[in-house]
């Protein structure tokens, strides 16, 4: 059975880091593309960042370019989101997903995401 539990949510304040983590269960991570969504108050769900299958390429939205870094962990089956020099637009609720195909067409479309975590509150401060 598939499961994506997440954690590591927090207050923060405007510049500070966080990690968020993703425990997942019954499949093995790296043979799957991944991603971390985000929910804001009043907002469409929004594409954060895809891992490729086997960690061979990652991609960012723009919004977090430069100061996010998605990655995984086979050994403790863990998909990671290290966000750093945090602003007030980053404060949403945060979901990993697995994606259900391999291939790296349509990662920023929720479609393509078959299974979805419960999501981890992120809130940043001004």
């Known amino acids: 059975q598939v499961q994506l539990v997440e954690s590591g949510g927090s207050l923060v304040q405007a510049g500070d880091s966080l990690r968020l983590s993703c425990a997942a269960s019954?499949?093995?991570?790296?043979?799957?593309?991944m991603a971390w969504w985000r929910q804001a108050p009043g907002k469409e769900r929004e594409f954060v960042a895809h891992?490729?299958?086997?960690?061979?390429?990652?991609n960012y939205a723009d919004s977090v370019k430069g100061r996010f870094t998605i990655s995984g962990d086979d050994a403790d089956h863990t998909l990671y989101l290290q966000m750093n020099r945090l602003t007030p637009e980053a404060t949403a609720i945060y979901y990993c997903a697995r994606k259900s195909s391999v291939l790296a067409t349509g990662i920023s479309s929720a479609y393509t995401y078959d299974y979805w975590g419960q999501g981890t509150q992120v809130t940043v401060s001004s």
């Open positions: 019954g499949f093995t991570l790296s043979e799957y593309a």
């Open positions: 891992i490729a299958y086997r960690g061979t390429n990652r």
